[in-house]
């Protein structure tokens, strides 16, 4: 069964960092895995963020390009999501998701 646990959220003030961890189990084969971190805003539909395939490629949404990046370490079947320059409308629940499996969730709130 696969479980993913996410940690690292939080409130910072705008132009802040936060680095965000998933922690894997269960996953066949992890290393082969593509793994995403997507975001839900209060409101607002679930959005993919970052992608990061079993070759390291990564991909990421326009409003975040240059501002967050996302790893993988295939040794710890941990993914991350290095966020900075944060803004308020990052603000949102930050979501793991692979092989058909989604987190818990953490929460990230960017505000004054």
């Known amino acids: 069964q696969v479980r993913l646990v996410e940690s690292g959220g939080g409130l910072v003030q705008p132009g802040g960092s936060l680095r965000l961890s998933c922690a894997a189990s269960?996953?066949?084969?992890?290393?082969?895995?593509?793994l995403d971190w997507y975001r839900q805003a209060p409101g607002k539909q679930r959005e993919l963020v970052a992608t990061?395939?079993?070759?390291?490629?990564?991909n990421y949404v326009d409003s975040v390009k240059g501002r967050f990046t996302i790893s993988r370490d295939n040794a710890k079947n941990m993914v991350y999501l290095q966020m900075n320059s944060l803004k308020p409308e990052d603000t949102a629940i930050y979501y793991c998701y692979g092989q058909n499996s989604w987190g818990q969730g953490t929460q990230v709130t960017v505000s004054l």
């Open positions: 990061i395939t079993s070759g390291g490629s990564t």
């Open positions: 269960g996953i066949i084969y992890f290393r082969l895995s593509v």
